[in-house]
C-alpha cells in the first residue's frame, strides 16, 4: 500500500511566528544600538551664561 503524505494543517501564521518574533527582537535591538550611538556621539550644546 502507498501512504499519502499528510501535511499539517497548520496555518501559515504559525510557521511564519517564530521568524517573525526573532526578527522583531533583532529590528528593537538594533534601534536600541543605534539610538545609544547616536547619543554617545552627538555634541553637547554651548551653554551660555546670560547675566
Known sequence: MAYGHHKPT???IQDALPVLLVLLIA???LAM???IYKLATQKPT???KAH
Open 27 to 29: 529590528v528593537h535591538v
Open 33 to 35: 544600538v543605534y539610538w
Open 10 to 12: 497548520q496555518p501559515w
Open 46 to 48: 554651548q551653554r551660555r
